[in-house]
């Protein structure tokens, strides 16, 4: 401000007052700053919020649909849920700064928001991130789960597991943030590129998504006596489609709005270089990453299936997102191409060790978010150009920058750091999470409930009017699976819920 006076008032030499006209309009331009900032975060926040949209129809479509309405109330509840617990705690624990390097200690329940650095759209933006990890993890314990684990895990996961994570990252205090406050050291003069949270976010939900999976154990069916994988394939391919153009959307939001502000320079005022121009370069490094994933994944399945699967690509594509979301701010587009292609081979590979080792995740959420969350964090270790890495966090002349780019290997050394540590943390406390519930039987449904359904046996009823078998439409033989089916004379509503439960 006392610049923009002092360069303005001279030009104003032969008005009366001039120092106090000079004051009023950079004043103005100050407060048209402040409310530019503070509308595009939160324009970026409804963009990540309606990811949430894109999370229920993928999982919806994902999984069978005798399981529909389950997963479909557990995606409302990772939101609100979420947003009282953030509210409460989370965002303190993340952001309440001044601190200590391992976890915030203010704005409890808001207080004393706002402040000149966190407004209110601050902490709408970072619910939506909160919640975001905690839809992540619900995919992966999908079709098995008692709805009581859901909101324990949840409120756990997005009060305490993940905004201490987005602390170490993303705080100006914490321990390893590339932004951290001026004067204090940054981990191996770098710091962590972690910029819209392939870590911070999806290597935490896949973690915990990863030990939710692994001491439930298997959905009944999905892997025969001999130990074979058997597909059990979501009843939707449409809503799986729908979900993934609405998470495409939604990262328009995740990734480029990730700057909070857009109304900064980079160079003399009047140039065409400034922030506006990096938030223009992550939305088409996000895009290129995800489209070349998509393509990768196509072709690559159409080699090992002889099929060209919708809902393979689908996960691909998201696969690609999920990587360059540590790196889009920092990284050329043509590198988006090497991420995406990549992401596409580390998803297949870990899907494939997923079947070998019997591990079940009805939504690929664990290999999706997590293996290639962490391929998107050693990605941007080796890819970091210098310029970027220099505007997006300034003021910090000399950090090391990409290892194939010239700039050593401190930001590698770094960011195999943070995959450590995340992945410690995480299983530190979400792994004796679920591992209490399942000793207290609070979170697999029993055998019965989950054969005949979740929708039926504990929310009042199916989402659809469907068969689990249709043999006349096969000629007469049986065949695996279901389809849905109409109703031939209309459903009327029967007093008697167990008469109910036996037609069906």
Same mark, same amino acid.
């Given at each position: ?19 106090? =006209? ?6 103005? *331009? ?15 926040? #409804?963009? $990540? ?11 919806? %479509? ?20 979420? %947003? ?11 952001? %309440?700064?001044?601190?200590?390097? @391992? ?25 939506? @991130? ?17 709805? +009581? ?52 976010? /999806? ?31 979501? /009843? ?8 993934? @153009? ?6 328009? %939001?995740?990734?480029?709005?990730? @700057? ?18 990096? $938030? ?29 699967? +919708? ?53 690929? =959420? ?92 504990? /929310?009042?009823? *199916?989402?659809?009017? #469907? ?38």
């Amino acid at each position: 401000m006392s610049s923009c006076t002092s360069d303005l008032a001279p030009l104003l030499g032969g008005v009366a007052n001039s120092s106090a =006209a000079a004051d009023y309009i950079c004043n103005q *331009f100050t407060d048209a700053g402040f409310a530019i900032d503070t509308t595009y975060l939160l324009f970026s926040a #409804y963009l $990540v919020f309606a990811m949430q949209l894109g999370f229920a129809m993928l999982c919806a %479509g994902s999984v069978r649909a005798k399981n529909t309405m389950n997963i479909m109330l557990t995606n409302v509840l990772d939101a609100a849920a979420g %947003g009282l617990f953030y509210y409460l705690f989370g965002f303190a624990f993340a952001f %309440g700064g001044p601190s200590n390097g @391992f976890i915030g200690k203010h704005f409890f329940g808001l207080k004393e928001v706002p402040q000149p650095s966190f407004d209110y759209s601050n902490f709408l933006y970072q619910w939506a @991130f909160a919640i975001a990890a905690a839809g992540i993890t619900s995919g992966s314990i999908a079709e098995r789960t008692q709805f +009581v684990a859901y909101l324990i895990y949840s409120s756990f996961l997005t009060g305490f597991v993940y905004p201490v994570v987005s602390h170490w990252f993303w705080s100006g205090d914490g321990w390893a943030a590339a932004a951290r406050n001026a004067g204090e050291s940054l981990l191996f003069e770098s710091g962590v590129i972690d910029f819209a949270g392939s870590g911070v976010v /999806h290597m935490v939900g896949g973690i915990a998504g990863l030990w939710g999976a692994i001491i439930e154990g298997p959905r009944i069916g999905r892997f025969d006596h001999a130990g074979r994988s058997v597909n059990l394939r979501g /009843h939707s391919a449409t809503l799986v489609v729908l979900g993934t @153009f609405l998470l495409w959307f939604g990262w328009y %939001g995740f990734n480029p709005g990730s @700057f909070n502000i857009i109304f900064r320079t980079y160079g003399p005022s009047g140039s065409i270089h400034g922030q506006w121009s990096a $938030v223009g370069r992550t939305a088409v490094t996000t895009t290129l990453a995800g489209c070349t994933a998509a393509l990768t994944t196509l072709f690559g399945k159409r080699l090992q299936t002889g099929h060209w699967n +919708v809902l393979d690509v689908c996960n691909g594509l998201l696969g690609g997102f999920a990587a360059i979301t540590s790196g889009c701010s920092v990284v050329d587009p043509w590198a988006a191409i090497v991420c995406g292609f990549v992401s596409a081979w580390v998803l297949i590979g870990l899907n494939k060790l997923a079947a070998k080792f019997k591990f079940d995740d009805p939504l690929e =959420a664990a290999q999706l978010h997590g293996g290639c969350g962490a391929w998107g964090i050693i990605f941007t270790a080796l890819f970091a150009r210098e310029k970027y890495v220099n505007e997006v966090y300034p003021g910090r002349p000399g950090r090391p920058y990409g290892l194939f780019m010239g700039g050593g290997g401190r930001l590698l050394g770094a960011h195999i750091v943070q995959i450590l540590v995340i992945t410690g943390w995480v299983s530190c406390t979400m792994g004796p999470l679920f591992f209490a519930l399942h000793k207290l039987n609070l979170l697999r449904i029993s055998a019965e409930d989950e054969l005949a359904g979740m929708d039926l046996t504990r /929310h009042g009823g *199916f989402a659809y009017d #469907y068969h689990d078998e249709d043999p006349s439409a096969h000629g007469g033989s049986p065949r695996g699976g279901f389809m849905l089916k109409s109703s031939p004379t209309p459903v009327k509503p029967k007093a008697n819920q167990t008469a109910t439960a036996n037609q069906v």
